[in-house]
């Protein structure tokens, strides 16, 4: 394992809990070259049992907890990181990972209180303030948001999710110039992000322009062909510019697939209004 021979690994680990399956350090220990194999839910399977063994195993409950957190399972990171805390653990990644997990969750509130609690020990922790601006954004605690993301976009120039999470937070705040700048600041790092666009065309449409905010919609829509929202979002813009029957034919393409879509059923019955 060592080697990085993780093919050769597995076999000799499997041996080795065929012989002795009780050694909670052997399952983790597979576990490890399972995912360095891209194995992911075999890998769970063994930290998963790892822990079973021998609950007090901090490496193997801290693995557990992070694959868990990495395949989208935050029910089953969150107990981990507890669990290590219990046992006296109070690194400030350990902090931060808790928060991401109760972000996960949707338990924004709670999640504000662990993030903060790991930028009162590091101030300058990216994850942490990456996090927590996502969280503010849920809350819709705007102003706030964009400051956290604001520092995490200047620490990281070549990330445009960040990008993009800043240009909507600045949208919300009504700084329109600044979300424009942050949104094409997005897409010129990556064309074929379809959120900037949608946002920047919001944006140009507050800002009073016509042409632009159509062709970052279209250009949205190309990229995401079967994204009701943004179908609906360029319907009301058609509106609010006076063309009408292509509203309404974007309303009835949106309600074909969904008949009780609420944004395109307002919508259809503004136009026929």
Request: hydrophobic residues 40%; proline residues 4%; negative net charge.
């Amino acid at each position: 394992q060592d080697a990085g021979e993780h093919g050769h690994s597995v076999q000799l680990l499997g041996r080795a809990i065929r012989l002795n399956p009780d050694r909670s350090d052997y399952h983790d220990a597979l576990g490890v070259s399972q995912v360095s194999l891209g194995k992911h839910r075999e890998g769970l399977r063994s930290f998963a049992e790892a822990v079973r063994l021998a609950p007090d195993n901090r490496i193997a409950v801290m693995h557990l907890g992070l694959l868990a957190l990495r395949m989208g399972l935050p029910e089953r990171a969150l107990p981990c990181f507890k669990s290590l805390m219990a046992m006296g653990e109070t690194s400030v990644e350990l902090i931060c990972l808790r928060g991401q997990a109760l972000y996960q969750l949707e338990r924004h509130q709670e999640a504000l209180e662990w993030l903060h609690r790991c930028l009162d020990k590091d101030p300058d922790h990216l994850d942490a303030l990456k996090y927590l601006g996502q969280s503010l954004m849920a809350l819709e605690r705007y102003s706030e948001a964009a400051n956290c993301l604001r520092v995490v976009a200047e620490h990281e120039p070549a990330d445009g999710r960040i990008r993009t999470l800043l240009g909507e937070a600045l949208l919300r705040t009504g700084d329109l110039s600044a979300a424009e700048d942050a949104l094409q600041a997005a897409i010129d790092l990556d064309h074929s992000r379809h959120e900037a666009h949608a946002i920047l065309g919001e944006v140009q449409a507050e800002l009073g322009l016509t042409e632009a905010p159509l062709r970052s919609y279209l250009t949205a829509l190309r990229l995401r062909p079967n994204d009701l929202t943004y179908r609906c979002q360029l319907g009301f813009l058609l509106i609010k510019q006076g063309y009408l029957p292509k509203a309404e034919h974007c309303f009835r393409l949106v309600l074909r697939q969904e008949p009780y879509n609420l944004d395109a059923i307002a919508g259809l019955a503004t136009v026929l209004s």
